[in-house]
């Protein structure tokens, strides 16, 4: 069972069935992030992939800024703009 749709632009909508899995308006599901750092054309995120609810401690390499670590959950993260977020990568230990 469908619900409403989540944006308004009818040719980028998705649907979101009961279980949260989402579809696109032909029915395909839409291809799937990577796992740990990627960007889009103007935000930077990293998505940690486990399904056993572990939270990670990442180092996050920041544009004329100094760097610093962040401890970040299942699932996607947003660290920022693309512009400023040169990469990360897990340090090896939980938080």
Known sequence: M????????HARCHRILRNGRRRTRSGQRPAKEPCGFHKTGSDAYYRHC????????????VAW??????CVGSGRTWLGSASRIQGTHYVGRTC
Request: aromatic fraction near 4%; hydrophobic fraction near 35%; charged fraction near 25%.
């Open 50 to 61: 486990a399904s056993n609810g572990s939270n990670v401690v990442i180092k996050v390499e």
């Open 65 to 70: 800024a100094p760097d610093h670590e962040r």
């Open 2 to 9: 469908f619900h409403a749709p989540l944006c308004r632009s």
